[in-house]
């Protein structure tokens, strides 16, 4: 049996990879959803030790940087 488990198995990508990007989404439902928070908020809310990392992995995963896809969300 694979180290891969969860949904990691059907992408293809490591458990690590599979969280962080989990972690990514719901980060981003969070932006979207609460305009009062800051992107460090959010990021410290999701287990990011810094607001730079985080923004680091953001634009990995979606393609723009945190406060780019909130300027996006509330078009």
Do not use: H
């Not at 809310?45 to 990392?53: L, P, T, V």
């Amino acid at each position: 049996m694979s180290g891969r488990i969860f949904g990691a198995a059907s992408t293809g990508s490591s458990p690590k990879d599979y969280w962080l990007r989990m972690r990514v989404e719901c980060a981003a439902r969070r932006l979207r959803k609460s305009p009062g928070l800051t992107v460090t908020d959010v990021a410290y809310e999701f287990g990011f030790s810094s607001s730079q990392y985080f923004a680091t992995v953001f634009r990995r995963y979606l393609g723009v940087s945190p406060v780019e896809y909130r300027a996006q969300a509330g078009q």
